[in-house]
């Protein structure tokens, strides 16, 4: 048997373990300091947005679209093997489109991805209205509707995946900070194929034949304790939860909607998530950086951009206000998917920034084809 121990439980490291319990002669450990789900992972929306990106090749769309492909069968393969339930929405993400002169980028993208075998439709304002009467259409020159980009809730979806892995045979230790590493006694960098044996906890160790780093913000000391120090930046969220009288536009029809880069998520009854913030806090340290308090202002400013174009959202009553810290890389790209230079047997698997959500599976997918491998 094959041991991989994963180390972070928030929805990447849950979506590694559970593609690798599916894998025969793998044995999966996963490790974290804090229960499941905590993490930037309880901030997080869960707008996947795919198709409606702007990324069309290279690797950050081969990762969206094997995500995307792999959510198709997802959500329901995890509820059906676990009896959780999962909330999504699979009713498209709609982007509304406020400038004329962004429409020739559009249109260049519904060609591209036409060809790609994937809808986009461009619909004209008064399609907007109809379909979506809680929309206000001032302003908006276009609505941009992608059928196949949807929203998963990342707390549903992450406790389904350690469920699902669990019921594969994984094994879960929560409430357990990883401090160290057995077979690192070099003093400086190791050049190549240097082996880690086993991850330290204050209270146990766990041998390991590979190790996957899915630790997001706590991510740069334990790279440092194995001299390969990997830096991951905080990027500030807030959020919002609002509730109103009765559902707003259609109660057939209910997508996502996106204006301003200001996400609108129809949770099912008459319950929406607006956000998010993007702030970026100054150079603080990552324990300063958690212990900070957001500013309400720039929720504020979220929710007044929402009420733009969805009126009735004024006259909700916000019943949940939150905020969490995005796993941003520090001098490379999201997501750090590749081994930890010298070392032959670790995995890094972090700094998804603003859609870990979406990538988890693609990440999950490219982990595992590299670890299931012989050797
Ligand atoms: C407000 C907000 C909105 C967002 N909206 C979206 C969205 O709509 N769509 C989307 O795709 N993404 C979204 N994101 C981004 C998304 O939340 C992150 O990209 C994703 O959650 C990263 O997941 P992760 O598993 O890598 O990290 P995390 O969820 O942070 O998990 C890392 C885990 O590692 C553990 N850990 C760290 N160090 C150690 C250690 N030494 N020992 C043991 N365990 C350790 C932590 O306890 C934690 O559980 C949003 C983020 C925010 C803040």
Not at 90 to 102: K, P
Not at 171 to 179: R, S
Not at 233 to 262: C, K, Y
Not at 346 to 368: K, Q
């Amino acid at each position: 048997m094959k041991r991989i121990t994963v180390i972070g439980c928030g929805v990447v490291g849950a979506a590694i373990a559970y593609e690798l319990s599916l894998c025969p002669g793998i044995q999966v450990v996963v490790v974290d300091g804090a229960p499941p789900a905590q993490g930037s992972t309880a901030a997080a929306l869960g707008v996947a947005m795919a198709v409606i990106s702007h990324k069309v090749k290279g690797r950050n769309w081969r990762l969206r679209e094997r995500s995307l492909k792999r959510y198709q069968t997802l959500i329901l393969e995890l509820a059906s093997l676990t009896g959780r339930s999962i909330q999504h929405n699979a009713q498209g993400i709609l982007s509304l489109c406020f400038a004329a002169e962004d429409l020739p980028r559009w249109r260049s993208l519904q060609a591209i991805r036409q060809g790609q075998g994937y809808p986009l439709e461009i619909w004209e304002p008064g399609q907007v209205g109809d379909r979506c009467p809680h929309l206000n259409g001032e302003g908006v020159v276009a609505g941009i509707y992608s059928p196949q980009d949807f929203q998963v809730n990342p707390t549903d979806l992450t406790l389904a995946l350690v469920a699902g892995a669990q019921a594969h045979g994984a094994e879960f230790y929560f409430g357990e900070p990883v401090t160290g590493f057995g077979g690192v006694e070099v003093e400086v960098a190791p050049q190549e194929d240097w082996r880690c044996t086993a991850v330290h906890t204050l209270s146990q160790s766990f041998a390991a034949d590979a190790i996957v780093l899915a630790t997001g913000l706590g991510t740069l000391p334990l790279t440092q304790a194995l001299h390969r120090p990997t830096a991951i930046g905080p990027v500030l969220g807030q959020a919002l939860r609002i509730h109103l009288d009765e559902p707003m536009g259609s109660s057939e029809f209910q997508p996502v909607v996106n204006g301003h880069d200001i996400h609108l998520v129809p949770l099912g009854g008459s319950d929406y998530w607006v956000g998010a913030t993007v702030e970026f806090p100054p150079e603080t340290s990552l324990d300063e950086a958690l212990a900070m308090q957001p500013e309400a202002a720039r929720l504020d400013e979220v929710l007044a951009g929402a009420i733009a174009y969805c009126p009735a959202l004024a006259n909700g009553m916000i019943t949940q206000r939150w905020s969490g810290l995005r796993p941003r890389p520090q001098g490379q790209a999201a997501p750090v998917i590749q081994p930890l230079t010298g070392y032959s047997n670790i995995w890094l698997a972090t700094g998804h920034y603003r859609n870990g959500v979406l990538l988890a599976p693609a990440t999950a997918l490219a982990v595992r084809d590299e670890l299931e491998r012989p050797g």
